[in-house]
């Protein structure tokens, strides 16, 4: 047999950039440790470090040591010190896939700007791994990856192919024993060479005669200063001459890229068939079969889901707007907040596995990236604004799709208007904004509370003064001039007249008679539509609301007493008894679920209410509130047991319907109440026994099984990530946050469900006794936060009833639509107006006589518009950049129509293919495909 006569040490630290100590706190420790290292890579020029493949903590550092830099990008420069490629080392499924792309892109701009980077997509601690990773890093150039957690039992190799969806294929180096293997071996002093000896003979046969990968390194650790002189006293006994030793192991150090190289050379140089002999796995990795998952994370802290998904929704659509209809450059600003975004995508961040201190910490920036995308997109539609008059409003649809846009104005004086058919009148606004007396002598604050011609958040219109008082007339539109010093005049009569400054006066501000409506419009994708509700016609798909149900022609939904849903679609598929809640115990953490007596499952409300909210014809409204009484906790003596006492929960479900529409949308609102439990949601699939379901998530859709492959010690819970939408049997569930569902057996209908999981409250970040996990995944800290006691849950979903499969019922195209929804704001052009509730916020952006036409970018089929901005291209120039991705596991037509020239590139923006013609061309299965237009 062949046997490895050399093990290769890769010195490196696991740096979790925040975990059980927030970000500040590990950095100071990292500050520390990269001060010393850099001592001993200057004083021992055969020393190498691999600083973790996440350019993050190299920011981190010279953030406090900017003096540094010089010696840090020396050190790069000898080839000592490996940086990059990734910005921060992430969670793959708690991210979109356009995340991953600009982690990459950051990572890489932040290492080249040291030196060359290095090129292995280093995944050491990911909790499993991505579907379209490969596709991704080859996007980048980047050949070779190297994991630990996720890759099946069958790999019993130290390398293996790992194939994208798309065929793209990176050389995967497996970390089977972890990515601190080799620790042990130095544990000892004296005893190394024993130690590697013993270790040779137990991995040989994963290795052959290739050199044996020694990772040097766990979780911030600080490399050893010693090390050459170390592994030269042991290669130097071991040689020692007359006692030729054919078991000798020599010791080497090189970083994590430089042991690729030496055991792949060909594969590194280009040539594809250098993976001919090595196993292949293909798709996602989420085996537990050799590293934990811990796939309660998906659910842990709920709120940081929503807040990673909104902030990458909000920064997308300021993108696309700023660069369809923007003027200014706002490049610097996106950098800005996709940086905090990224950064909260680390394993021990967006997870919320860690303490409280850490997740406020991340939702916090999560906030940040999201308020860097207001700006920007009030800056656009302000400019949008400016292309019309105030008596009218613009629409704007982010996504590539031609849509129909539900938007809501605040209109003027419905009853004098002629409203078209596509108007759904709402709430009637207040109309008297002010109404008080005060005397004489203080009549001139009124002056102080006027601000050109705005009062109170409006424009004032008209005013009279009467022997009794003064009344404003304002609204958000101007009609006519506002002469202030006319006003002033007639005030500072009125004061004279009264000497004494005692009598009193009524004043009154009062508003047009406004009220919310719901109007109807069609808009291309990338596009802009004008909107005037004389006009705005509905389509011929109505909503009915009666008392428990809404319906238009492709779906009806019924409530019956109990708050549960018959949902039935046009086809004929039946969703009996949906939305039902099901609320159990958990005495697990933060990392996993830990079940408890299954009898003591909540599945019943006490008490129904249903009314109706909006009767159509645009939108119908159902709101079920139910209210159940759940077990307040687990049983402090018996942790299997929830206890006797119990708190109630009252759970707010809106149900809606649009004209047109073949999904009941969904939103399910509460108060988390109870401690120690876990509440989901169940949508029926009308089959049972199904083999499993087909879930999107990161750019692909993967198909999983019901159950996952165990080994490790750790119980294969298949509760799984979504974002996107989820599809089992005949349904598919459409998310609007990165979300935890499972396929179940539902025992009351006898059929499966897709449960998505609403909250997972638990008060430890990790216990060291679970149920269903043999090694703690952290040390046992209490983390209260986690329980989510008295704090807000929102989770909004839709149900598209799908016999014929997500592809058909356009399960990508309609989730797109309900993440995504229009913006819409009044127009400016000619005066002042009333802008996002300030007044004459409005103009600043100057005249928009330059507005497209038509769509920027419009897609015809089911193909994804994932990203549209402005980037700066090689000569540095700004263009046009477009990704699109299919989600079909066969080729499609990308169908898009798009002005200009646009060439086909990599995710680096090198040209792959010059002048392609978007119309026609074709997206092969699962492919990711970027455009740029060519600069004029
Ligand atoms: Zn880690």
Redesign the pocket.
Known sequence: METPDELVIVPHT?W?RE?YEPHDVFRLRLVHMVDRLLDTLEQNPGYRFTLDGQAAAVDDYLEMRPEQRERVASAVERGQLAVGPFLI?LDEFLCDGETIVRNLELGLRSSRSLGPEMRLGYL??MFGHSAQMPQLLRGFGVRDAMMWRGVPARIDSHAFAWVAPDGSTVRAEYLMDGYGNALDLFALPGQLDGLVREYRDQVASRYGSEPILGMLGT?HSAPPADLMQVVAAANGDAGDGGRADAGRVVLTVDTAEGYVRRVAPEWAAGDDDALAGLPVVEGELRSHARGNLLPGVFSIRTNLKQAMADAERRLSVAERLDAAFGSDDHRAFFDTAWYRLVESTA??SVTGCGVDATANEVEGRLATAAHVARGVGLRTMERIAASTTPDRHVVANPTGFARRAHVEIRLHDPARLELGSGVQLLDALPEVLGDETMPTRELRKLLARIHGRELFGQLINDWTFTDEGVRFQVAEAPVGDFDLAAFTEELERRIASDPSGERTWRVEIIADPRRVALVGVDVGGVALAELDPTTATATADPVTVGDRTLANRQLTATVDERGNVTIEAADGTVLRDALRLVDEGDRGDSYNYGPVASASAVTDPDEVEISVLEAGPLRGRLRVRRRYAVPARLDARDPDTRSEASVPLVVDTVLELREGEPMLRVDVDFVNAAADHRLRVLVPTVERDLPGSSAAGQYVVTERGRDGEGGWGEFPLPTYPVARFVHAGRTSVLVTKHSEYEVVADERSGDDAIALTLVRAVGMMSVNVHPLRDEPAGAQFEVPGAQYLGTRVRTSFAVLPSAAGWAESGAARWAELLRTEPEVVRGTRGGPAVVGGVAGAGGAAGAADDLPDGAVVEVGGDVVLESLRTVTDASGEAVLEARFVNYRGAAAPLAARAAGVWDRTDLTGAVLEHGVDLATFEMGAARIETFRRRAE
């Open positions: 696991h979790d975990w080392l050491p601690d979780d394993h021990d």
